[in-house]
């Protein structure tokens, strides 16, 4: 018996700094109607393009949103990482933390593997049947250790843009 062959790709997420990306699996075509209405039901200043890799029929890349640059920025990210089911939203004006339950009350969302403004590389194994994302790495490795004053300034900074009183 033959063992099927397995290598890898690090996919880097194209995006600007100033962009929020949620990157997740889904399983059957509506879920791009179904994010598309998730996220316009968040709230009106939100910005966003989405994407989905379709992993069958067709194969084709859907696509949605309310911001023709960012659709188009999570249609070549969708392209590039080109994982069967994947799905990739871009946002600004807005967070993750916002969307995040949304998102997953959608029926057709598996799971998501990251949602976050830093820097994204999505790892993805390729078999000969096609490719699956394994995995994110998310930002960079920690320097060290919050301090008793870095615990102070994260409570502050929570509570400096709303997030806790």
């Known amino acids: 018996m ?12 194209d995006k600007p ?7 997740g699996q889904a399983h059957f075509i509506k879920t791009v109607e179904d994010l598309h209405e998730a996220l316009v039901g968040v709230g009106g200043s939100l910005r ?3 994407a989905f890799c379709e992993a069958s029929g067709p194969r084709l890349v859907r696509r949605s949103g309310n911001d023709p640059d960012l659709v188009e920025l999570a249609t070549r990210n969708a392209l590039a990482i ?15 933390v916002n969307v995040l ?9 598996c799971g998501i593997f990251c ?8 790892l993805v194994a390729v078999t000969p049947q096609g490719r699956g ?9 920690p320097l060290g250790v ?15 843009i709303g997030y806790k009183l």
């Not at 700094?17 to 990157?23: F, Q």
């Not at 949602?115 to 999505?122: F, K, L, M």
């Open 48 to 50: 966003f393009g989405l």
């Open 17 to 23: 700094d100033d962009l929020n990306v949620v990157i």
């Open 101 to 109: 339950n949304p998102i997953k009350a959608v029926p057709e969302v």
């Open 115 to 122: 949602a976050t403004a830093n820097p994204v590389q999505v």
């Open 2 to 13: 033959t063992t099927p062959s397995l290598s890898w790709d690090v996919v880097p997420v």
């Open 146 to 160: 919050e301090t008793g004053e870095d615990v102070t300034d994260r409570r502050q900074l929570l509570r400096d």
């Open 82 to 96: 080109g994982a069967g089911h994947c799905f990739v939203i871009l946002m600004r004006e807005g967070f993750p």
């Open 133 to 141: 994302i394994v995995g994110v790495v998310d930002g960079e490795p």
